[in-house]
Structures are given as structure tokens and as C-alpha cells.
């Protein structure tokens, strides 16, 4: 079974602040999942990588299979990205069976 | 808005109640899936259907019934329920293992048992 790591568990930063949120994964894997929980409790995905690199709008996300680890990066942070964000790690396939997820990292970006 | 859809979105009930949670999802998706997400933990898979089958368990209390009628909608029938199991019970959907597939989540049901 694989054991999946978040890093920091809790970070509260400042607005405009660079965020890294950093996962590590113990078995090699198929996919990784960054997703994003809202107070409201909804989860939203972010980011499904598998390899290198990707990019949505302020949002950064890489991977490194050798090294078993990824990192999401917030760039110009604002409080709106206050959430829980959540990695998760599925082993081969697709779809949302067989998907480790982390504890979360809850972040607040105050203005 | 993702997709798919929970209600509702707070319950509250008692130890004797019996009440069911829905899911529905109009996104084509062929398999369904039960979470449970408790304080301080991660989350918990705890059913999943594939094409209205029930293709795993994860060792549930029978407390807990799902039902499946169509591939758009699901259910989780409680009853007799106990205070641990006040948690957020999240509902996703996606094609059946699908290499490359995403898993689409609704914005839960906030359960708590008094």
C-alpha cells in the first residue's frame, strides 16, 4: 500500500507570497492528483500528472517519479486559494478506485 | 460546480434515525464511488460501482447501504448510525478505469450524529 506524505500540514502566508506544498509517495505510480477542498467541504481537481510539469493560470504543479515526489506551487497567492489541498496517488488505471490520498495541507493566505 | 451533485448538503440525525444520502452525476461517467472524510484523516473509499455493480467494500459497517439504480445515481441508506460516523461523506464519479481518466467530486454531504 502506498503511504502518502504531505508537507507542511498547516501554512498560513501572506497575500502575493510563492506557496510550495510538497508530496512524497512511497510505491511507484501511474498518476498524481493535486486537488483542492474549499471550506465548504467540495473537492475540485487541480492537476493530474504523471510526468514533468504543468501549469494552469498561478498554479505550478511537478512531478518527479525517481525521486517519488511532487510539489504544487501557488505564485502571487491571495486569499481566495485558502483551502485544503489534498495529493493523491493511484497505482495504475484511471478513475477515482485505488487512489491513496494525503492528509491535506490547509493553507490560508491572508490579505 | 463539478458535475456532480450531493444532497443534502448538512444532515443532522439521531442514533435510531434512518435517512439516505443521494449522488447524480449527468457526465456520462460509468462508475461511482462512496468517500468518508473524518477530521485530521484522509479519505476513506468506501464503495464503488461500476456500471451499477458494486465492484468493492472497503469493510463497511452494514450501518451503511448503498444503492445503485442507474449509472447516474447513487445512494447511501444510514441507519442506526453512531456518533463516529458524523464525518463529510463525499460522492465522485469517473469512467471505469480508464487510463488518464479524472475523478469529478461533489461537494458533500456534512454528516453529524447525535
Known amino acids: 500500500k502506498n503511504e502518502v506524505e504531505q508537507s507542511p500540514q498547516n501554512l498560513t502566508a501572506q497575500e502575493g507570497e510563492f506557496i510550495t506544498i510538497n508530496c512524497s509517495y512511497s510505491v511507484g505510480i501511474s498518476a498524481l492528483h493535486w486537488l483542492q477542498q474549499h471550506p465548504g467541504g467540495g473537492i475540485v481537481s487541480l492537476f493530474m500528472l504523471s510526468s514533468g510539469k504543468k501549469k494552469h493560470g498561478r498554479l505550478i504543479a511537478t512531478i518527479n517519479i525517481q525521486e517519488k515526489h511532487s510539489s504544487l506551487h501557488i505564485t502571487a497567492s491571495h486569499p481566495r486559494d485558502s483551502a485544503v489541498y489534498i495529493c493523491a496517488v493511484r497505482g495504475s488505471g484511471g478513475g477515482a478506485d485505488g487512489l491513496t490520498f494525503g492528509k491535506g495541507t490547509h493553507l490560508i493566505i491572508q490579505p | 460546480e463539478t458535475g456532480v451533485t450531493q444532497t443534502p448538503r448538512h444532515l443532522v440525525m439521531g442514533m435510531t434515525n434512518k435517512k439516505s444520502l443521494k449522488c447524480e452525476q449527468h457526465?456520462?461517467?460509468?462508475?461511482m464511488y462512496w468517500y468518508k472524510q473524518s477530521a485530521k484523516k484522509p479519505l476513506e473509499l468506501m464503495f464503488v460501482?461500476?456500471?451499477?455493480?458494486?465492484?468493492e467494500n472497503n469493510s463497511v459497517p452494514s450501518r451503511f447501504s448503498p444503492e445503485c439504480p442507474n449509472s447516474s445515481h447513487l445512494f447511501l441508506h444510514l441507519h442506526t448510525l453512531q456518533p463516529e460516523d458524523s464525518a463529510l461523506y463525499l460522492c465522485?464519479?469517473?469512467?471505469?478505469?480508464?487510463?488518464?481518466?479524472?475523478?469529478?467530486f461533489g461537494q458533500g454531504t456534512r454528516l453529524t450524529v447525535v
Open positions: 460501482y461500476n456500471f451499477k455493480e458494486q465492484t
Open positions: 457526465l456520462g461517467h460509468n462508475a
Open positions: 465522485a464519479s469517473s469512467q471505469w478505469r480508464r487510463e488518464g481518466t479524472e475523478a469529478f
